[in-house]
């Protein structure tokens, strides 16, 4: 008798447990680091080796066994003999003629192994001249070399042309086997399997090879503004390379042709794509540009643009050799590219004159599949599963209102307004405290200590935004617990507080036109699911057992966002070394740190507050956090490496002669013009025998001297030349030719008060003119293109022009109109400068600048060359 009361003792306890007033965590703290560790684990067996898949090579020898397939073999064979022939600079005997001859060569043959009862080859070298403005300077090109081959079909009246675009020239120094030379073999390779092919496209092929690529992107606009091929190619495929080796990202498409995002999912062999990689690509973040851009505004022509992306630490340098071309990487690029070629070339698309205005999102599931929907389709379905989202949330409250002792819809509803606050703090908070580290550890002159040490970024950002997003729902949790809805209900709410966010998120990217907002629909659509499995099987309501549903679906979304962040993470290291002097480059790391954080373990971080003493976790993670910042202040987080991962210094040995506007040379000198490439400037090499005594920032001239008074190269440079720096020499540099800078004239029309300046310029096969009008007077008109002076809003001067050619060095003749309010011509009202730029190897470097650039450190890459900068007041 005495046994019941017992009984309904232990079954009342047991209630509270689940329903009730007593708060219990399931499991100890000790369980909490295998927890996290589980997610890390994850990571590194399923995310990381799927990440670096790629195929197997296909040899020479086993081509019979694989007809119609790519031969990676081939291609290397190629890429060594293009390695060889050393750097491809623009104007080189190397680039317009040993490189030319090499892909004439290859394509003859191929000629000779071509099925020509089936297809027609035709070769062209083109040397166009032109001008375009590219963003704040006059592009100017003259007698560059394309070498453009046309397969077609004997068979086929098709007048609709497929192009294929790669480069072969290279930055000094770098024999761009990476950057592209990869991409040209892959083209050639391409190229031959297509004519022996016994199966005829629909489309004629055009493969361009176009010789101007880093200068920047003239051969791309020569070739598509004058070419008699260029007005039938109705589509494109530019292939690139941010690095060497690694997997090829179609990283932009379009625009407005959501059929090539259908023809990518159905026929690339290994699809790695993302619409993210697009809209940042497109946002200008990136310090780089392709021909894609070219193609599409000169050329009005739809395309897709894909690159190799990995071990960028060897972009533009001398160590992008044939050796770091992993030959696997090969055979991916042109599994894929073979594969596209085949389709588009028989694509019905091409003879359609009308695109259907609309974009495309797409992305791959860690490599295994592809996802293509139209964005009007995004839309949809972004709106659908947000709505859908706040329903189920919704109905998960009223359920767990009706498990009170006091059933309050309107009570439940309050607790989760306030865990939606604090999630929302925590989302800025696992945002900001990433950034904020990123801020301390550049306060600190310390920047960039995971450029090599990759890891490093798990303790110093990746941790303080678990802390941040978890921090806020735990501190209200312990401090202010509840007594009426139990711990599991709590953890639930905490988790459903974080799909609202989603929902919420997705609304507003959907309502901005980000097409990137698919992450928000993958996060709601695993969640959102899973919560619906644990109400459909009352799951919900046993205490915590709805963990399980929830924690195996997770594993889906958090594979893939850590797979889409780990792909900008490899691009963005390498580029964060290149990224200027003028921007903490850390604020981007910590930001795709704290993004990916935020996507990847917004609802898993949640459950470190199932285990008891979750501050004691957090407080651990923040002892790891401690940890990795005395590791990045320790020489493991010195920045650079020798060969594998140095630091850029671009260095150009400059004579300067400044004349006044009587004629008179006011002051000349030589010295060393540094372009700073990262963050640090040349602050690590101070303590090498380079001897750096007099070196001084060149702010102070640029009220002085048109552009500072320094021959920045191009665009890049000029816009952020007030970082840059000077270093005097003692003796003159020996230039190893001439700039010859003539004044032909002027010209007074005093019907509209303008003044006409005329000109004469040559020298070597890089140059730049910099103009700058003084006091009240304008430039009205000049022999240029005239974009610039038609929006004096986004261009003001000084105005930069950036000439080069290939063979042709005919001199650059031009004029400038100058008005004046006042008409009185009698005094400066231009003031002129011309540079000179000795780039390629052809020409030699004096003794003593050999010296000076040999005692900079192992761990740099210098790019140098000798240069000449002529001011003038007329």
């Given at each position: 008798?005495?046994?019941?009361?017992?009984?309904?003792?232990?079954?009342?306890?047991?209630?509270?447990?689940?329903?009730?007033?007593?708060?219990?965590?399931?499991?100890?703290?000790?369980?909490?680091?295998?927890?996290?560790?589980?997610?890390?684990?994850?990571?590194?067996?399923?995310?990381?080796?799927?990440?670096?898949?790629?195929?197997?090579?296909?040899?020479?020898?086993?081509?019979?066994?694989?007809?119609?397939?790519?031969?990676?073999?081939?291609?290397?064979?190629?890429?060594?003999?293009?390695?060889?022939?050393?750097?491809?600079?623009?104007?080189?005997?190397?680039?317009?003629?040993?490189?030319?001859?090499?892909?004439?060569?290859?394509?003859?043959?191929?000629?000779?192994?071509?099925?020509?009862?089936?297809?027609?080859?035709?070769?062209?070298?083109?040397?166009?001249?032109?001008?375009?403005?590219?963003?704040?300077?006059?592009?100017?090109?003259?007698?560059?070399?394309?070498?453009?081959?046309?397969?077609?079909?004997?068979?086929?009246?098709?007048?609709?042309?497929?192009?294929?675009?790669?480069?072969?020239?290279?930055?000094?120094?770098?024999?761009?086997?990476?950057?592209?030379?990869?991409?040209?073999?892959?083209?050639?390779?391409?190229?031959?399997?297509?004519?022996?092919?016994?199966?005829?496209?629909?489309?004629?092929?055009?493969?361009?090879?176009?010789?101007?690529?880093?200068?920047?992107?003239?051969?791309?606009?020569?070739?598509?503004?004058?070419?008699?091929?260029?007005?039938?190619?109705?589509?494109?495929?530019?292939?690139?390379?941010?690095?060497?080796?690694?997997?090829?990202?179609?990283?932009?498409?379009?625009?407005?042709?959501?059929?090539?995002?259908?023809?990518?999912?159905?026929?690339?062999?290994?699809?790695?794509?993302?619409?993210?990689?697009?809209?940042?690509?497109?946002?200008?973040?990136?310090?780089?540009?392709?021909?894609?851009?070219?193609?599409?505004?000169?050329?009005?022509?739809?395309?897709?643009?894909?690159?190799?992306?990995?071990?960028?630490?060897?972009?533009?340098?001398?160590?992008?050799?044939?050796?770091?071309?992993?030959?696997?990487?090969?055979?991916?690029?042109?599994?894929?590219?073979?594969?596209?070629?085949?389709?588009?070339?028989?694509?019905?698309?091409?003879?359609?004159?009308?695109?259907?205005?609309?974009?495309?999102?797409?992305?791959?599931?860690?490599?295994?599949?592809?996802?293509?929907?139209?964005?009007?389709?995004?839309?949809?379905?972004?709106?659908?599963?947000?709505?859908?989202?706040?329903?189920?949330?919704?109905?998960s409250i009223w359920k767990m209102s009706k498990k009170l002792e006091k059933p309050s819809l309107k009570r439940v509803s309050i607790w989760f307004s306030i865990i939606?606050?604090?999630?929302?703090?925590?989302?800025?908070?696992?945002?900001?405290?990433?950034?904020?580290?990123?801020?301390?550890?550049?306060?600190?002159?310390?920047?960039?200590?995971?450029?090599?040490?990759?890891?490093?970024?798990?303790?110093?950002?990746?941790?303080?935004?678990?802390?941040?997003?978890?921090?806020?729902?735990?501190?209200?949790?312990?401090?202010?617990?509840?007594?009426?809805?139990?711990?599991?209900?709590?953890?639930?709410?905490?988790?459903?507080?974080?799909?609202?966010?989603?929902?919420?998120?997705?609304?507003?990217?959907?309502?901005?036109?980000?097409?990137?907002?698919?992450?928000?629909?993958?996060?709601?659509?695993?969640?959102?699911?899973?919560?619906?499995?644990?109400?459909?099987?009352?799951?919900?309501?046993?205490?915590?057992?709805?963990?399980?549903?929830?924690?195996?679906?997770?594993?889906?979304?958090?594979?893939?966002?850590?797979?889409?962040?780990?792909?900008?993470?490899?691009?963005?290291?390498?580029?964060?070394?290149?990224?200027?002097?003028?921007?903490?480059?850390?604020?981007?790391?910590?930001?795709?740190?704290?993004?990916?954080?935020?996507?990847?373990?917004?609802?898993?971080?949640?459950?470190?507050?199932i285990f008891r003493w979750p501050k004691l976790i957090l407080l651990g993670l923040g002892v790891m956090t401690f940890i990795f910042c005395m590791i990045a202040v320790s020489e493991v987080?010195?920045?650079?490496?020798?060969?594998?991962?140095?630091?850029?210094?671009?260095?150009?040995?400059?004579?300067?002669?400044?004349?006044?506007?009587?004629?008179?040379?006011?002051?000349?000198?030589?010295?060393?013009?540094?372009?700073?490439?990262?963050?640090?400037?040349?602050?690590?090499?101070?303590?090498?025998?380079?001897?750096?005594?007099?070196?001084?920032?060149?702010?102070?001239?640029?009220?002085?001297?048109?552009?500072?008074?320094?021959?920045?190269?191009?665009?890049?440079?000029?816009?952020?030349?007030?970082?840059?720096?000077?270093?005097?020499?003692?003796?003159?540099?020996?230039?190893?030719?001439?700039?010859?800078?003539?004044?032909?004239?002027?010209?007074?029309?005093?019907?509209?008060?303008?003044?006409?300046?005329?000109?004469?310029?040559?020298?070597?096969?890089?140059?730049?003119?910099?103009?700058?009008?003084?006091?009240?007077?304008?430039?009205?008109?000049?022999?240029?293109?005239?974009?610039?002076?038609?929006?004096?809003?986004?261009?003001?001067?000084?105005?930069?022009?950036?000439?080069?050619?290939?063979?042709?060095?005919?001199?650059?003749?031009?004029?400038?109109?100058?008005?004046?309010?006042?008409?009185?011509?009698?005094?400066?009202?231009?003031?002129?400068?011309?540079?000179?730029?000795?780039?390629?190897?052809?020409?030699?470097?004096?003794?003593?600048?050999?010296?000076?650039?040999?005692?900079?450190?192992?761990?740099?890459?210098?790019?140098?060359?000798?240069?000449?900068?002529?001011?003038?007041?007329?």
């Amino acid at each position: 008798m005495e046994k019941e009361p017992k009984k309904e003792i232990a079954f009342e306890e047991s209630f509270l447990l689940s329903f009730g007033k007593i708060q219990k965590r399931s499991f100890s703290w000790y369980y909490a680091p295998s927890f996290i560790l589980l997610w890390l684990a994850l990571f590194y067996a399923i995310v990381i080796p799927l990440y670096n898949r790629l195929p197997d090579r296909i040899t020479v020898s086993q081509e019979l066994l694989h007809p119609g397939e790519f031969v990676g073999e081939r291609a290397q064979r190629q890429l060594h003999d293009f390695d060889r022939i050393g750097p491809k600079v623009v104007g080189s005997v190397a680039n317009e003629v040993t490189t030319v001859e090499f892909l004439l060569a290859e394509v003859e043959k191929i000629r000779v192994e071509m099925n020509s009862d089936l297809y027609e080859l035709e070769v062209d070298v083109q040397s166009p001249t032109g001008s375009y403005v590219f963003n704040e300077m006059v592009n100017m090109y003259q007698g560059i070399h394309n070498v453009v081959v046309k397969l077609s079909s004997k068979d086929s009246p098709s007048q609709s042309y497929l192009l294929v675009n790669s480069h072969f020239d290279s930055k000094p120094s770098s024999p761009g086997s990476g950057d592209d030379g990869t991409m040209v073999v892959v083209m050639l390779e391409v190229l031959r399997q297509m004519t022996i092919s016994r199966t005829p496209f629909q489309h004629s092929i055009v493969f361009l090879f176009n010789g101007a690529e880093e200068n920047p992107l003239q051969g791309s606009h020569g070739f598509i503004t004058q070419h008699k091929w260029a007005a039938n190619c109705k589509a494109f495929i530019n292939l690139e390379v941010a690095g060497s080796g690694g997997r090829d990202i179609l990283f932009q498409s379009g625009p407005n042709n959501p059929w090539l995002m259908k023809y990518y999912r159905k026929h690339a062999k290994h699809p790695f794509a993302t619409t993210m990689a697009e809209e940042i690509f497109q946002s200008g973040i990136l310090p780089s540009d392709s021909d894609f851009r070219i193609f599409r505004d000169f050329g009005n022509i739809a395309g897709v643009d894909i690159a190799q992306i990995s071990n960028g630490y060897v972009y533009h340098t001398v160590f992008d050799t044939y050796e770091a071309v992993p030959g696997r990487s090969v055979q991916n690029s042109g599994n894929n590219v073979l594969a596209l070629v085949r389709a588009f070339s028989n694509a019905s698309e091409l003879n359609e004159k009308e695109s259907d205005g609309s974009h495309a999102v797409f992305f791959d599931f860690l490599g295994l599949f592809f996802v293509y929907y139209t964005e009007t389709m995004g839309i949809v379905l972004n709106c659908v599963m947000a709505v859908i989202s706040l329903v189920i949330v919704g109905f998960s409250i009223w359920k767990m209102s009706k498990k009170l002792e006091k059933p309050s819809l309107k009570r439940v509803s309050i607790w989760f307004s306030i865990i939606l606050a604090l999630h929302v703090v925590g989302f800025l908070l696992c945002i900001c405290l990433p950034l904020l580290m990123a801020v301390l550890f550049d306060a600190g002159n310390r920047s960039l200590t995971y450029f090599t040490s990759n890891w490093l970024v798990l303790g110093l950002y990746v941790c303080p935004a678990v802390i941040g997003l978890v921090l806020p729902v735990t501190l209200y949790f312990t401090l202010r617990p509840n007594e009426q809805l139990c711990h599991a209900y709590l953890l639930q709410l905490a988790l459903h507080a974080h799909l609202v966010v989603m929902a919420l998120l997705a609304i507003i990217l959907t309502a901005a036109g980000l097409r990137s907002q698919y992450l928000c629909l993958i996060s709601m659509i695993f969640y959102g699911g899973a919560l619906l499995l644990n109400l459909l099987s009352t799951l919900h309501d046993r205490g915590y057992y709805w963990c399980l549903i929830v924690t195996i679906l997770q594993v889906f979304p958090f594979c893939y966002f850590c797979y889409a962040f780990y792909t900008f993470l490899v691009i963005f290291f390498p580029i964060m070394g290149r990224n200027g002097i003028g921007t903490n480059p850390d604020l981007i790391i910590a930001l795709t740190c704290g993004c990916c954080t935020f996507f990847a373990l917004g609802f898993a971080a949640q459950f470190i507050n199932i285990f008891r003493w979750p501050k004691l976790i957090l407080l651990g993670l923040g002892v790891m956090t401690f940890i990795f910042c005395m590791i990045a202040v320790s020489e493991v987080g010195f920045p650079y490496r020798a060969k594998t991962n140095v630091m850029r210094v671009n260095c150009l040995h400059t004579n300067r002669i400044f004349y006044e506007f009587d004629g008179s040379v006011s002051h000349s000198d030589s010295g060393y013009y540094f372009n700073y490439q990262d963050r640090r400037g040349l602050e690590p090499v101070k303590d090498s025998l380079l001897n750096l005594t007099g070196l001084k920032a060149v702010k102070p001239d640029c009220d002085e001297y048109v552009m500072c008074g320094i021959p920045c190269f191009y665009y890049s440079w000029c816009r952020w030349r007030e970082n840059d720096g000077w270093l005097p020499r003692e003796s003159e540099i020996i230039l190893p030719g001439e700039l010859s800078f003539e004044f032909l004239g002027k010209t007074i029309f005093e019907f509209n008060r303008t003044a006409r300046f005329e000109f004469q310029m040559s020298g070597p096969p890089h140059m730049n003119v910099f103009i700058q009008p003084l006091g009240s007077a304008e430039v009205s008109d000049w022999s240029f293109v005239r974009e610039m002076l038609d929006d004096p809003e986004e261009f003001q001067p000084p105005y930069q022009i950036y000439f080069s050619y290939g063979t042709d060095d005919t001199p650059l003749r031009f004029h400038i109109d100058v008005l004046k309010s006042d008409g009185d011509f009698d005094g400066p009202v231009l003031e002129i400068a011309g540079v000179g730029h000795f780039v390629n190897y052809d020409f030699e470097r004096d003794s003593e600048a050999r010296k000076f650039i040999s005692d900079f450190p192992d761990f740099t890459h210098v790019m140098e060359w000798p240069s000449i900068f002529k001011r003038y007041i007329f």
